[in-house]
Every structure is written in C-alpha cells, then in structure tokens.
C-alpha cells in the first residue's frame, strides 16, 4: 500500500473512533486537562494529602457556598424549563447543604449572607447546556466520595457536622451521577448536541476554577 492510502486508511480510522465512542467518552476525554488541573489545584491538593488547615477548609467550603448558591437556582430553573426526558432523580442544590455545614464550622448568619456569589456562569438555554453543567456538578460527586475520606480526617471527627455535602456525595452521588449519564447517552450520537454539552461543560469546569483561584488567598491553602 503507497502511503497516500496508508494516510487515508489512517485518517478513516480515527474518524471512526470517534463516531465510535459515546457521547460520555467524549465528554470525559474532552474535559480531562482541566479536571486534572483541578486535582493539582493547591488546596484540592493540599486537602487529599492530609495538608490542609481547618481555616483553609473553611475558606474553601465558602468558595463552593458562592459557587454553587446561583448556579444551583439556573440548574432548578433550567430543569423545570428545557428536561421534558423523565428522570430518576433530579438535581440536588448543594447550597443549603454547603450552608449547613457552613454554619457547623462556626459560620454566622451574617457572615453566610455576605458571601460573594459567583456571576460568571455559563449560559444554560438548550438540554444540551443543561446536560453539559450537570456532567460537570454530578461527576464531581465521584471525586467527592474520595474528599470524604479527606475532610472526616481533617475535622477529625465521624460526625458528618461540617460535611455533609461530601457525605452525600457518598451516600447519594451515585443516583445522580447514573441519572445524569442517562441523560447524556439520551443524546445518542447527535454531534452538534455532544459538542454544544462539550462546550458548556468546559466552560462550567473553567468557571469554577476561575472563581475558586479568585476567592481563595494562594497563601490560605498553604501547608498547616
Ligand atoms: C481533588 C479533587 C478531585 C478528585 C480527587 C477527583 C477525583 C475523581 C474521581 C476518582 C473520579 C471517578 C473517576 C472514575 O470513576 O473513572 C472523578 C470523576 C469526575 N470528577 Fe473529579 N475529582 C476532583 C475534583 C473534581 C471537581 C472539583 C470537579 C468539578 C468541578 C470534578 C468533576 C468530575 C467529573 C465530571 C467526573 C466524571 C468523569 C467521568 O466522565 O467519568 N472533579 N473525579
């Protein structure tokens, strides 16, 4: 075979690989330099390898409260609106839970209330963008079956007080992961749906990176 057709032969088969792989490989794969950052994050890192301050954890627990607090009420709403596909569970706002554990580590009302939210969110219109946020919210629960393990070290305690976000990550994660990837494989092989969740997904990933790096001091999630 000359090596125009060996080129071609080749080319065909990539392209085939990926009609071959499913709308979940594809995001998974799409998003993996990003996810990775997110584990070398400072304080992510810090908090698996034992190192993290309470204060620290804290200020982290606030990041997410400010995240999540406006995201959670898109995700409601756009649910309610664009997903007419029945699902097993729906999604689970993370506020109240973060707020909860928020107020166990001595967080005060006021202190709660003045919590900065993040504004800079991606845009949920289509089931696509919905579906593409949800992967994101949803996979993250699998990380924090993991972060668990972390935080119950790091409080020392086996009470939940504190993190119960992460328990639920544990206890009830799964359902709304599985739920969610129906609603992925829902999209079948449709490429402009796939790369429309891509996108959001991404962008979801970015946004939260973006605003945990300008929430939280570099200094604060220095070694304890
Ligand atoms: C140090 C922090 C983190 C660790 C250790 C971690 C770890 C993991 C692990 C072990 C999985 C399961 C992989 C599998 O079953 O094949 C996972 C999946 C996932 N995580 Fe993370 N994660 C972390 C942070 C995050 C964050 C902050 C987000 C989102 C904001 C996130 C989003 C996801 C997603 C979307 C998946 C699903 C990947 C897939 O398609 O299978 N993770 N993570």
Known sequence: M???RQ???ARRQVASDND?????DILRAETAAIHKRLH????????????LSRKDYESLMCGMYGFYRPLDEMICSAERDLISIPRTVTYQPRGPMLANDLSALGVDADLLASILTCQDLPDITSPADLTGVLYVVDGATRGGVLLNNCVSRLLGSQSTAGR??????????????RSTRQLINH???DKAAIEQMTLVANQTFSAFEN????V?????????
């Not at 071959?20 to 979940?24: V, Y």
């Not at 605003?211 to 300008?214: G, K, N, Y």
């Open 164 to 177: 119960t976000y992460w328990d639920w990550c544990r206890q009830s994660g799964g359902a709304h992961w």
């Open 40 to 51: 070398a994050d400072a304080t992510f890192s810090a908090l698996l390898d034992g190192r």
């Open 216 to 224: 939280i001091e570099p200094d604060e999630a220095a070694m304890v």
């Open 187 to 189: 999209f079948g092989r």
């Open 7 to 9: 080129r071609h032969k």
């Open 2 to 4: 000359d090596l125009d």
């Open 20 to 24: 071959a792989r499913s709308a979940h």
């Open 211 to 214: 605003w945990l790096a300008a």
